[in-house]
């Protein structure tokens, strides 16, 4: 089994990167400029449709890029997937999802072995779920699904993992083991990319890259993180109590929008 | 009784074909459980009924039905590929008009002059006829099947689980894809010998669709569609030597059965388990 890189080593180091879906004429990623080093948490914040799960299609080679350059120096990338897109009706147990992490550490022709079914239990124990290994995956909740995947991606043991909105469904301790967890991993060495809709839990990482279809900013969330980047992150008004405490995000302006009857 | 149950297998055919259907049942309980959950049922039947020219045409010329079969399938598969290319025509349509049209142009011309004297055969199969060849060939191909999907196994799972994410696993879906597709088109030129154009698909799909419907693992699974393939097949094997009825159609009729058998069970457990939930709220 590979160690895991030391810190700092770049893990990914995208220059100018777009990709289009295929019949697509506009690009769903665009000028994404960015680096991760082993160890950084990088949050990815964005709206719905900012082109977050595109990036990560991206990075792990399901879509390919349309321009810029991309490199993936530790080669090997694990994906959490935003949860909805999972099958429930697949005849398989919460252990068996798990397993299928040390497919990507294997040839085609291999089985996985007795250390990858320890490796199975140990990590569906660091996300809280030793005592589910033998239930019906379908059958689970959906955060109980969530974390089997973050399970999974532990069993890819790979360098670099991507999290598309982890935490979405997690109850408050669900969350809080999964934020150790996170945070162990940055610790080992392990650069992480999380997609999320949290702007509070960007602030507490290392790194954060804003997504509206093009890259909005990249740096560390105290300088980034700014009322200006958020509005063009969100295309929306973040409303500033006088103090500034930010209580929230409102939809912008409908002035671009026709609802027809206004000056007839 | 007893002379009810051996009175059959004194017959070499009737046990010939029980050996038949038996390695059948292999292929069925192990490839028929990943094209259920890869959504290949309707492949299945396109490439079965798309080979019907194929079949009637080597009756025609008088050339061996595999040979016919294969070359059938070949072409069925080429003008699905196509058609369902063609942009701005949805691809499910597309497919289902050149099967329609491929099943067509088999049923015509089979209905020739020149009717060939198989065709009843070909359309329903003749278990009860195999050849050793037949034989011979179902035990390969139950052998290979078998051989395959095991090896595969790992990496078929973690594609058919999460498809998107196979690149995260570092595998492309597709030649794994081609991979069943081969399978499964092997599995239905060999099948078609015995239980016919029309019937095959049902010993194919029949059995793993009986058996998702009982099991949620995936090794469960496949034991349960091979036992249920050959459950169907003794039995209708059975009752198409007591009543006189044809062998092929009454093997369908008895794995359909079972597949109703267990619809009816799961439903009949989800109801208990809502009443049971019932009473204790
Ligand atoms: N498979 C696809 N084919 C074509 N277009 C797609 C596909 N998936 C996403 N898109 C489009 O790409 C854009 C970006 O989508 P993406 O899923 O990356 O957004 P996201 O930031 O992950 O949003 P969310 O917060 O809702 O998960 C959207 O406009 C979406 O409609
Ligand atoms: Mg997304």
């Known amino acids: ?94 252990l068996d999802v798990a397993l299928m992490g040390a497919v990507s550490r294997m040839p085609w022709w291999r089985r996985p072995s007795r250390a990858d079914r320890a490796l199975a239990r140990e990590a569906l124990d660091r996300v809280g779920l030793a005592d589910r290994a033998q239930r019906t995956f379908g059958d689970l909740s959906g955060g109980q699904r969530q974390r089997v995947l973050v399970a999974r991606a532990l069993v890819q043991d790979a360098p670099l993992l991507l999290l598309d909105e982890p935490f979405s469904g997690l109850d408050v ?76 995000i409102l939809p912008a302006h409908h002035h671009h929008h026709d609802h027809g009857g206004h000056g007839s | 009784m007893i002379a009810w149950l051996t009175d059959p297998l004194t017959h070499g055919i009737v046990v010939r074909a029980m050996l038949e259907l038996t390695l059948l049942g292999v292929v069925s309980g192990g490839l028929g ?54 942009p701005r025509l949805d691809s499910d349509v597309a497919v289902s008009v050149v099967v329609t049209a491929l099943l067509g142009l088999g049923v015509l011309m089979g209905l020739s002059p020149r009717t060939p004297a198989g065709l009843g055969e070909i359309l329903f199969g003749d278990v009860l006829g195999v050849s050793d060849l037949d034989i011979r060939l179902a035990a390969g191909l139950g052998a290979a099947i078998v051989v ?7 990496t078929l799972m973690a594609i058919g689980f999460d498809r998107a994410g196979a690149r995260a696993l570092g595998r492309r879906p597709a030649p794994f894809d081609a991979v069943l597709a081969v399978l499964l088109a092997g599995a239905t030129l060999v099948a078609v010998q ?39 097949s ?48």
């Open chain 2, 194 to 232: 015995a239980l016919g154009n029309l019937l095959v698909v049902a010993m194919l799909v029949g059995p793993a669709a009986t058996a998702r419907v009982l099991c949620d693992r995936m090794a469960a699974m496949m034991l349960t569609a091979t036992l249920v393939a050959f459950a169907g």
């Open chain 2, 33 to 86: 459980c990943w094209i259920v959950l890869s959504g290949m049922s309707y492949s299945a039947e396109s490439l079965a009924h798309g080979m019907l020219p194929g079949l009637v045409g080597a009756a025609l010329l008088g050339v061996p039905l595999l040979v016919g079969g294969a070359v059938g399938l070949v072409i069925a598969a080429l003008s699905i590929v196509v058609v369902a290319r063609v």
């Open chain 2, 148 to 154: 395959v999907l095991a090896v595969l196994h790992p």
């Open chain 1, 173 to 248: 301790p669900s969350a809080e083991r999964l934020r150790a967890l996170l945070d162990d991993l940055a610790a080992e060495g392990r650069g992480l990319l999380m997609a999320t809709h949290d702007i509070e839990q960007a602030r507490s990482w290392d790194r954060v890259l804003c997504l509206n279809r093009v890259q909005i900013a990249f740096g560390p969330p105290a300088s980034t993180l700014t009322a200006q980047v958020i509005e063009r992150t969100y295309g929306s008004e973040i409303v500033t109590l006088p103090g500034g405490v930010e209580l929230g």
């Open chain 1, 1 to 94: 089994m590979p160690e895991p890189v030391t810190r700092g080593e770049v893990l990914v180091d995208a220059d100018d990167l777009a990709a289009t879906y295929p019949g697509a004429t506009v690009p769903a990623v665009a000028s994404a400029t960015f680096v991760v080093h082993g160890g950084e948490r990088v949050s990815v914040l964005g709206p719905n449709g900012g082109g977050k799960s595109t990036l990560f299609r991206v990075l792990t080679g399901e879509l390919t890029l349309s321009s810029g350059a991309l490199a993936l120096p530790a080669g090997r990338v694990a994906l959490v997937p935003q949860t909805e897109r999972s099958r429930l009706d697949f005849p398989v147990s919460a």
């Open chain 2, 234 to 281: 003794v039995a209708g094997l059975y009752l198409s030597y007591h009543a006189s009825v044809a062998a092929g159609a009454s093997v369908t009729a008895a794995i359909l059965t079972l597949y109703g058998l267990a619809l009816l069970w799961r439903a009949a457990t989800a109801l208990r388990g809502r009443r049971t939930a019932a009473a204790h709220a």
